[in-house]
């Protein structure tokens, strides 16, 4: 069956950093757009980046460019999240998600917490 199980949160100081990860199985991972969301207390759930099938193509929302960085290895069907200078307003759960619109296929992690407190 499809599962997506994300890793690697945690808590982190104000200006750490931490790599998600987030490993599939069950489905054909490299013809699939890989996306990272995350979803704060009482917030709705917001994209954080993408990433194309062959990994060729990147984009970020605005409040993480140039901090977070988007990454896949086909070879070993994982997608990762490398967040770096991380802010208190990065807390979140962040959830991996796989898209193949031909077949409207969406599938979703179960969510890894990131804290970031001093």
């Known amino acids: 069956q499809v599962q997506l199980v994300e890793s690697g949160g945690g808590l982190v100081q104000p200006g750490g950093s931490l790599r998600l990860s987030c490993a599939a199985s069950?489905?054909?991972?490299?013809?699939?757009?890989m996306y990272w969301y995350r979803q704060a207390p009482g917030k709705e759930r917001e994209l954080v980046a993408s990433i194309s099938s062959a990994g060729s193509s990147t984009n970020y929302a605005d409040s993480v460019k140039g901090r977070f960085a988007i990454s896949r290895d086909n070879a070993k069907n994982t997608v990762y999240l490398q967040m770096n200078s991380l802010k208190p307003e990065d807390t979140a759960v962040y959830y991996c998600?796989?898209?193949?619109?031909?077949?409207?296929?969406?599938?979703w992690g179960q969510g890894t917490q990131v804290t970031v407190s001093s």
């Open positions: 069950g489905f054909t991972f490299n013809n699939y757009v």
């Open positions: 998600n796989a898209r193949l619109y031909l077949i409207n296929a969406n599938y």
